[in-house]
C-alpha cells in the first residue's frame, strides 16, 4: 500500500532521499508527489559529491556494524561470565553445586552464545564465514570423534573383553549395567548426529565451478548461501542433541540403581541442557532470526544508516576513492539517435546482436540525461516504443536536443561486466533521472529493485524519477508495483541473487522497510 503522509517522510529520511543535492519535494508536497513532473536537473552531484556519500555510506556502515557487534558479544558473553563466577562460588564452598546445576547452565549458555555470535556474522562476510565453516566443520568432526572414542572406551572396558573374551557386539554390551547401556546409546546417537553435520558443511568449502558477476570468492556456494547452511546446521545438530539429553536424562533416572554412576546432579544438569538445547533453535529459523535482525538494526541506526549500510555492501571491500577512480573511467552514454527497437529484443551476446559499447562515448558524472532500469524479460519492442516517446518528448521540450541514456547492454563492456557492476551506485549518481520501463517482469527481477534503491541513494529525489508502464495502464502498473516483495525477486544467476540479498539484509535485517520503500516510489511515481 501506498505510504502516508507521515510514513513518507519516515520512508524518506531512511532511503536517504534528503542527500538528494536536486530539488526535492517539500514534506507538505508529499502528498501530491503523483503531480511532480521529470525534472532535467542541472545540479546532479559531482565526483567530490559522489566521494563524499560513498565514504559517508562506509563510514556510517562501519559503525553500525560496531555497534551491532559490540551488543551481540557483550550479550552473549555474560552468560559465560556469570557462569565462571559460579564455579569460583562453588569452589569456594559459597554455593551448592546442586541448586545451579552447574554443568546444565553451561550447557544452556552455550545454544545461547552460538546464537548471539552467529547474528554478528553478516551474509556479505564472506572470508568469516568460509573461516566459521572451516572451525565448524572441525569442531564437528572432533567432538564426534571423543565422542566415539568414549563409546569405544565404554565396550572394550568391559571386564569380559579385558579378559580375552568374544568381542562381537551382543558380547560386548552384555556385561554392562543398565546405566553403561544407556550412556554408550546416549553418545553413539550424538556422534551420529555431529558426523551428520560435519559432512552436511562440507559444500561451504567446495570450489567455485562457474563464475557469478558478484561472486564474492572462489568457493562455489555464495556467502549468503554457506551462512544459511551453518545456521541450518546449528539448528538441527542443537535441537537433536537437547532431545537426546533429555531423553537419556530420563531414561537413566528410571534406571534407578542400575545407572549407580549417574548422580542426581548429572541428572538435574542433563535435562536443564536438554531443555535449552530443545528451546533455543526455535529462534534459529530463518524468519525469527531475521526478524530478531531487523529489530536490532532499526535500534542501533541512526537516520540514514541503515541504507548507508546497503550501498557500502554492495562496493564490498572495495577502496572508495578506487572505486570512484574506476567509475569514472568506465562511465559512458549512449545517444537515443543510436538506439534502435533490435536493441530490446535480446542480451545474450549472439553474434547477431550490434556492438553498441562501441557506439557510446565516455561521458563526465552528471553528464548523462537519463539512467534506463529495464527488465529483459518484459516486451522488447513496446520497451523501445515507450522509450522513443519519452525521447520524443524530451526533445520537443530542450530546443531538439537529442537525450543520451545510460543503457546496460550498451554501456556496460561485456568482457568485463564484474568490475562494471560493482560501480552501480557511481553510476546511477552520474545519471541526472531514472527512468524505469517497467512491465510485468520489472519487481520480479532483483537488479532492478537495486538500481531504483541506490540511486535514491546516492543522491537522487523522488521527482527526477519516472516509472513509465510497459504493456499495462497505470492503474494497472500501481496495483502491481504495490506488492513488490524483494525477497520473491530473481536473478539469471543464482549466485548474484544471493550476493544482492545478502547485500540487503546487510543493511535493514530484513526484507519488510526495504519493500515499503520500494512500494512507496514505484506507487507514487508511475507516469501515463
Given at each position: 500500500?501506498?505510504?502516508?503522509?507521515?510514513?513518507?517522510?519516515?520512508?524518506?529520511?531512511?532511503?536517504?532521499?534528503?542527500?538528494?543535492?536536486?530539488?526535492?519535494?517539500?514534506?507538505?508536497?508529499?502528498?501530491?508527489?503523483?503531480?511532480?513532473?521529470?525534472?532535467?536537473?542541472?545540479?546532479?552531484?559531482?565526483?567530490?559529491?559522489?566521494?563524499?556519500?560513498?565514504?559517508?555510506?562506509?563510514?556510517?556502515?562501519?559503525?553500525?556494524?560496531?555497534?551491532?557487534?559490540?551488543?551481540?558479544?557483550?550479550?552473549?558473553?555474560?552468560?559465560?561470565?556469570?557462569?565462571?563466577?559460579?564455579?569460583?562460588?562453588?569452589?569456594?564452598?559459597?554455593?551448592?553445586?546442586?541448586?545451579?546445576?552447574?554443568?546444565?547452565?553451561?550447557?544452556?549458555?552455550?545454544?545461547?552464545?552460538?546464537?548471539?555470535?552467529?547474528?554478528?556474522?553478516?551474509?556479505?562476510?564472506?572470508?568469516?564465514?568460509?573461516?566459521?565453516?572451516?572451525?565448524?566443520?572441525?569442531?564437528?568432526?572432533?567432538?564426534?570423534?571423543?565422542?566415539?572414542?568414549?563409546?569405544?572406551?565404554?565396550?572394550?572396558?568391559?571386564?569380559?573383553?579385558?579378559?580375552?573374551?568374544?568381542?562381537?557386539?551382543?558380547?560386548?554390551?552384555?556385561?554392562?549395567?543398565?546405566?553403561?547401556?544407556?550412556?554408550?546409546?546416549?553418545?553413539?546417537?550424538?556422534?551420529?548426529?555431529?558426523?551428520?553435520?560435519?559432512l552436511s558443511m562440507i559444500p561451504n568449502l567446495r570450489r567455485h565451478e562457474g563464475r557469478s558477476d558478484l561472486a564474492d570468492s572462489a568457493f562455489k556456494s555464495p556467502a549468503r548461501d554457506a551462512l544459511t547452511r551453518i545456521w541450518n546446521n546449528a539448528r538441527v545438530c542443537i535441537f537433536i542433541s537437547g532431545w537426546v539429553y533429555l531423553i537419556s536424562a530420563i531414561a537413566l533416572s528410571v534406571a534407578?540403581?542400575?545407572?549407580?554412576?549417574?548422580?542426581?546432579?548429572?541428572?538435574?544438569?542433563?535435562?536443564?541442557?536438554?531443555?535449552?538445547?530443545?528451546?533455543?533453535?526455535?529462534?534459529?529459523?530463518?524468519?525469527?532470526?531475521?526478524?530478531?535482525?531487523?529489530?536490532?538494526?532499526?535500534?542501533?541506526?541512526?537516520?540514514?544508516?541503515?541504507?548507508?549500510?546497503?550501498?557500502?555492501?554492495?562496493?564490498?571491500?572495495?577502496?572508495?576513492?578506487?572505486?570512484?577512480?574506476?567509475?569514472?573511467?568506465?562511465?559512458?552514454?549512449?545517444?537515443?539517435?543510436?538506439?534502435?527497437?533490435?536493441?530490446?529484443?535480446?542480451?545474450?551476446?549472439?553474434?547477431?546482436?550490434?556492438?553498441?559499447?562501441?557506439?557510446?562515448?565516455?561521458?563526465?558524472?552528471?553528464?548523462?540525461?537519463?539512467?534506463?532500469?529495464?527488465?529483459?524479460?518484459?516486451?522488447?519492442?513496446?520497451?523501445?516504443?515507450?522509450?522513443?516517446?519519452?525521447?520524443?518528448?524530451?526533445?520537443?521540450k530542450h530546443n531538439g536536443n537529442v537525450p543520451t541514456i545510460w543503457f546496460d547492454k550498451a554501456c556496460i563492456d561485456q568482457d568485463d561486466i564484474e568490475s562494471n557492476l560493482l560501480c552501480l551506485p557511481v553510476f546511477t549518481s552520474g545519471c541526472k533521472n531514472l527512468l524505469i520501463l517497467a512491465g510485468n517482469s520489472y519487481v520480479s527481477r532483483l537488479w532492478c529493485i537495486m538500481e531504483v534503491f541506490?540511486?535514491?541513494?546516492?543522491?537522487?529525489?523522488?521527482?527526477?524519477?519516472?516509472?513509465?508502464?510497459?504493456?499495462?495502464?497505470?492503474?494497472?502498473?500501481?496495483?502491481?508495483?504495490?506488492?513488490?516483495?524483494?525477497?520473491?525477486?530473481?536473478?539469471?544467476?543464482?549466485?548474484?541473487?544471493?550476493?544482492?540479498?545478502?547485500?540487503?539484509?546487510?543493511?535493514?535485517?530484513?526484507?519488510?522497510?526495504?519493500?515499503?520503500?520500494?512500494?512507496?516510489?514505484?506507487?507514487?511515481?508511475?507516469?501515463?
Amino acid at each position: 500500500m501506498p505510504a502516508t503522509p507521515n510514513s513518507t517522510q519516515s520512508l524518506e529520511m531512511k532511503i536517504g532521499v534528503s542527500n538528494a543535492i536536486s530539488t526535492s519535494p517539500s514534506p507538505s508536497d508529499l502528498e501530491n508527489q503523483e503531480n511532480l513532473p521529470l525534472r532535467d536537473s542541472t545540479t546532479t552531484l559531482g565526483p567530490g559529491e559522489v566521494e563524499r556519500i560513498l565514504e559517508e555510506a562506509a563510514k556510517s556502515a562501519h559503525k553500525l556494524r560496531f555497534r551491532l557487534t559490540v551488543l551481540l558479544t557483550s550479550v552473549a558473553t555474560l552468560p559465560m561470565v556469570v557462569g565462571n563466577v559460579m564455579y569460583y562460588l562453588i569452589e569456594f564452598n559459597l554455593l551448592d553445586p546442586f541448586d545451579v546445576g552447574q554443568g546444565g547452565y553451561y550447557g544452556s549458555c552455550i545454544a545461547v552464545f552460538g546464537f548471539l555470535m552467529l547474528l554478528a556474522v553478516m551474509p556479505t562476510d564472506g572470508k568469516v564465514i568460509r573461516a566459521l565453516s572451516f572451525v565448524a566443520i572441525s569442531s564437528l568432526g572432533l567432538v564426534a570423534g571423543a565422542g566415539l572414542g568414549l563409546v569405544l572406551a565404554a565396550l572394550l572396558g568391559n571386564p569380559s573383553i579385558s579378559q580375552g573374551g568374544d568381542k562381537t557386539p551382543v558380547n560386548l554390551c552384555k556385561d554392562m549395567d543398565v546405566g553403561c547401556k544407556l550412556l554408550v546409546a546416549k553418545w553413539t546417537a550424538l556422534t551420529i548426529a555431529f558426523i551428520g553435520g560435519s559432512l552436511s558443511m562440507i559444500p561451504n568449502l567446495r570450489r567455485h565451478e562457474g563464475r557469478s558477476d558478484l561472486a564474492d570468492s572462489a568457493f562455489k556456494s555464495p556467502a549468503r548461501d554457506a551462512l544459511t547452511r551453518i545456521w541450518n546446521n546449528a539448528r538441527v545438530c542443537i535441537f537433536i542433541s537437547g532431545w537426546v539429553y533429555l531423553i537419556s536424562a530420563i531414561a537413566l533416572s528410571v534406571a534407578g540403581d542400575d545407572a549407580p554412576h549417574y548422580t542426581e546432579e548429572a541428572c538435574v544438569a542433563d535435562v536443564t541442557m536438554g531443555a535449552a538445547w530443545i528451546v533455543v533453535p526455535v529462534f534459529y529459523s530463518e524468519s525469527r532470526r531475521k526478524l530478531i535482525m531487523a529489530f536490532l538494526q532499526a535500534m542501533n541506526a541512526k537516520g540514514e544508516e541503515t541504507s548507508a549500510a546497503t550501498v557500502a555492501a554492495l562496493l564490498g571491500s572495495n577502496d572508495v576513492k578506487s572505486s570512484l577512480k574506476t567509475a569514472k573511467s568506465k562511465f559512458r552514454a549512449l545517444s537515443m539517435s543510436d538506439l534502435r527497437a533490435e536493441d530490446f529484443a535480446t542480451n545474450d551476446g549472439s553474434e547477431n546482436e550490434r556492438d553498441l559499447f562501441n557506439l557510446t562515448k565516455p561521458t563526465k558524472l552528471g553528464a548523462c540525461h537519463a539512467f534506463v532500469s529495464h527488465s529483459w524479460s518484459d516486451d522488447g519492442l513496446k520497451k523501445y516504443q515507450v522509450l522513443s516517446a519519452w525521447a520524443r518528448d524530451y526533445a520537443s521540450k530542450h530546443n531538439g536536443n537529442v537525450p543520451t541514456i545510460w543503457f546496460d547492454k550498451a554501456c556496460i563492456d561485456q568482457d568485463d561486466i564484474e568490475s562494471n557492476l560493482l560501480c552501480l551506485p557511481v553510476f546511477t549518481s552520474g545519471c541526472k533521472n531514472l527512468l524505469i520501463l517497467a512491465g510485468n517482469s520489472y519487481v520480479s527481477r532483483l537488479w532492478c529493485i537495486m538500481e531504483v534503491f541506490v540511486f535514491l541513494r546516492m543522491g537522487g529525489s523522488l521527482d527526477r524519477i519516472q516509472v513509465l508502464p510497459v504493456g499495462m495502464s497505470v492503474a494497472e502498473a500501481k496495483s502491481t508495483f504495490s506488492n513488490v516483495d524483494v525477497s520473491q525477486s530473481t536473478c539469471y544467476k543464482e549466485n548474484d541473487r544471493q550476493k544482492l540479498m545478502a547485500i540487503i539484509e546487510t543493511g535493514f535485517g530484513d526484507f519488510y522497510e526495504f519493500n515499503e520503500l520500494l512500494r512507496h516510489v514505484f506507487v507514487q511515481r508511475v507516469r501515463g
